[in-house]
C-alpha cells in the first residue's frame, strides 16, 4: 500500500510582511493606549485633589459615592474650589467596584515570605509572543 502523498503548506513574504505590520500596528496601539490611560489617571487625580481634597488614587479609590458626594458638596459649600464661570457641571461617576486584596502580600503576612516565595516559584511560566519578521 502506498502512502498518500503530504500535501505541503506555503508560508509566503506577504503573508509574514503583512503579519509584521500588523505587530507593529497593535504594539503601536498598545503603547498610545498606556500613554493615554496615564495622562487620563493623572487628569482625574488633578481634578479629585482640588474638588475632594485627595491626595492619592489610593484615597480616592476607598472612596464610596456617597461618600464622594458628601465631600464633593461640603468642599464645594465651604468654599475649597469653585467652578470657572461657563464651566460645565460634573460628578465623579462610579465605573466598578469589587476587593481586590493583594493576595501575595497577604499570603506572606500570613505564613511568611518563604512560603510565598515558593509557591511564586512553583507556579508555571506563561508565555505571549509576538512575530518579527527580518526586513529585506
Sequence with gaps: MLAAAKDTVIVTKDELYEL???????????????????????RRLSLAEKVLGV???????????????????ARLNAGDFKSERG????TFAE????????????YAAEFGETAA????????????????????
Design 20 to 42: 509584521a505590520e500588523w505587530e507593529r500596528k497593535y504594539a503601536d496601539a498598545k503603547k498610545k493606549a498606556s500613554a493615554a490611560e496615564k495622562e487620563l489617571d493623572f
Design 55 to 73: 491626595k492619592s488614587a489610593d484615597e480616592l479609590k476607598k472612596l464610596s459615592p456617597k461618600e464622594i458626594e458628601k465631600r464633593h458638596a
Design 87 to 90: 464651566a460645565p457641571a460634573f
Design 95 to 106: 465605573t466598578n467596584h469589587g476587593r481586590y486584596p493583594s493576595w501575595g502580600k497577604i
Design 117 to 136: 516565595a515558593e509557591i511564586s516559584a512553583k507556579t508555571p511560566l506563561i508565555y505571549s509572543y509576538c512575530v518579527k519578521v527580518a526586513p529585506l
